[in-house]
């Protein structure tokens, strides 16, 4: 595909139709959408562009259609797999002023929000109502409802709720074309045509651009508990996962994390935590509902469990802060690893009772290549987040040999049943291993649904496949 | 589209591939194959073939597809669409044979399990390892899951756990071509790619031949109640639904049965029921969950809500048998319908809150274009059967004017922000109907769609757009 750069002719046009006050050109402006918060990779758009109705979206993708420009949606700019990055140039399509909830509609439990709501704000506004949103990314302090509906996110909830796929009922998007479609209807069920709403659901932004988001609600639950289990070994905290479902609980938060993962957070965020010798990793269960006696009674079984899988010790969250506490150590570890070091990120997700056995691999293969890696992750869900970290590397075989170890975590990944991405995306960075799990055959129907959609490939280019 | 007939050179070949014994092609005993359960539609395949692995579909499409003979995938027939009717001739692939539950993975809570197994009979397998499998239309004791798959299938209790696309993780296929892939991964989440698991879903036979599924099974709630609330009038029975949910209760069905519904089921069914006068509408309430004070407490908080819409009795299910007869007289209703009159099956979905409303205008426009119409459906999920009864109508008016009386109630559907479907598909019979939602773009991105996977048009035609 060849594509065009900006012209000063287009760029007239550009503003025209948003106007001139939301047309960034300048360089040091730029370099905030030159990156996502995908490792530290940068590329440069000629242009970022904010529009705040689905008709100038129309029109800037007509106006790029035309003239071969490619776009790149954004939202917040805080995905894992790259999948904001402009790596062909061209406009980046800034959602953020698309920020409203425009209805909490409590008759229904549906709401109707734009794409750039922070996804902790609108949660927290139908919390105010009694209602409940469950897809929670740990980013969702920052991220965008948008990104998360393109990305397919997930987040710790998922285990019991169900994931985003079952929540989003309807989108308005913007073909490339510049046509403007609802994807299907506001309604909980949907048995008619092929379902363009699951189908834009993690598209990664490459056939459309969603510019309304009808979400289902669902009463909230009144109380949980929260309990810390800690384990010596990674694959004792991993074996446990299965057998509490299979005792009958559905947990509605099930998160590992590897005892590195939890120095860092200690070093990095100052987190008061009693991290004990010979304690190799942890499991941060939450169960929730509306009866005191069910969640008590929950725990119990958990802990039942717990025993079984040489289980150290069972810490329980009394009061509200230290359930906050105990969830902040788990949501920030992503930032922490970050902040101490060049690092890759990898999203591997098998079927869950297959987690020991993942885990062991993951360990083994950073053995053979020399490399450090930090898990930590929804177990629930058989979805472990993988750092790698560079630490004493050398720029060689970090940018080069590695490649040959993520591709044997990948590997084992599908040997087990599981993919290459369970809530972060392909993008750009895990597009190189597709071909791991998938072949000429799913490619070749992939590249047929997108040029369905976008005849001349405007739209996030070079991403997925 | 030009197909060509099944030529003697062609039958030859077909029979090469599954045996003499798994082909049909005389007259008396294609006639079960030239209907499903459709109104009184019937139409003939040239050959009715029943392989039973995935090459032998794989074999056979390649056939068809060179020689361009159109392909009816089926399994039990019991669709209220039309999907599995062989409109253009060619050949029906009955699924039938593919009928072993492969895999009950207790570890992970999966299974997989071919498309031709009974839906109620994998239920059951699941069940007796204290798991449950929740999508379970009313025709679950005869239906093949293969078909649940194909046409989005629910049932009552999609409401509390979500619908068949939150259960199906992957899907073999057989394509068009006759390549055979798995669409995904089994995996509880998945963000690896456009996503084919969800674009088969409800497909209705269109893009591809399923020949193995992967489901995801949860713990089996060990109690339930079950209530019968009686109203005076539609509208009262159809304000209470979203009440319950405002209330904070997910109920585990929430059924809405009309009252000449019920009359005959009694007459046709010999139920024992007593039906008061003066009573117009009913709803059937499921709660359940693993703790009988939950259960109490859910019970009396529903109560509360129906009293504030004029409920005349709540009739609560003291033993098993009769929970059964109350569940008998709601599973039973379509086809004491069906053997009552001839009649026309219209599946609408609204926004639940929009119920009193659609069932209203349902009965004016029965009243203008004088037919009668017995509703009935899973009224938690917004989505209302409409039976309209052939009755006294002549042939010319069913015929013809009914036509336009169809057209106002799926109008109103959608001006209310429903579909035309929300779980029995769109196949044959709704078709007609579909520009009434949706406009040129979203035919354009179907009619791509379906291009991208049956370059020639072979698999299931005349069906969805």
New interface residues.
Partial sequence: MIYNKITEQVLAAIKAIVGDDWVITAQPELEKYSHDETEDLHFYPEVVVKPCTAAQVSSLMKLCNENLIPVTPRGAGTGLSGGALPVMGGLVMAMERFNKVLQI??????ATVEPGVITEEFMNQVAEK?LLYPIDPASKGSCFIGGNVS????GPR??KY??I??YILNLEVV?PSG?I?WT?????????????T??M???EGT?GIITKIVVKL???P?IDALMLASFTTNEAACAAV?AI??????PSALEFMERRGVEWVKENDGIAFDLKDGIGAFLLIEVD???Q??IF?DCEKINHVLEEFDCKEVLFADTSAQKEELWRLRRTMAVSVKSNSVYKEE?T??????LPELIKGIKQTGGKYGFESVCYG?AG???LHVNIIKGQMSDDDWNDKLKDGIREIFELT?SL??????????GLV?KGF?AI???E??FA??R??????DKNGILNPGK??
């Fill in positions: 509609d409590e008759l229904n439990l549906q009694g990305h397919g996110s997930g998922v285990v169900g994931t796929r079952e073909l046509e479609i299907g209807a506001n309604t909980l069920k949907y048995a008619s045509g092929y379902n363009l699951q189908l659901i993690g598209s056939l669902i009463p909230r009144t299965s479902f299979r005792a009958g609980i559905i509902g509306t009866n006696d069910v009674a999203d997700v098998v079927p869950r009772a297959s929804h869900d058989g979805n599908v049943g599981g993919t290459l991405s369970g809530e972060h995306g392909i895990q597709m799990k998938y072949n055959t799913h129907l992939w047929g649904i997108k040029q369905v959609f997925i496949f």
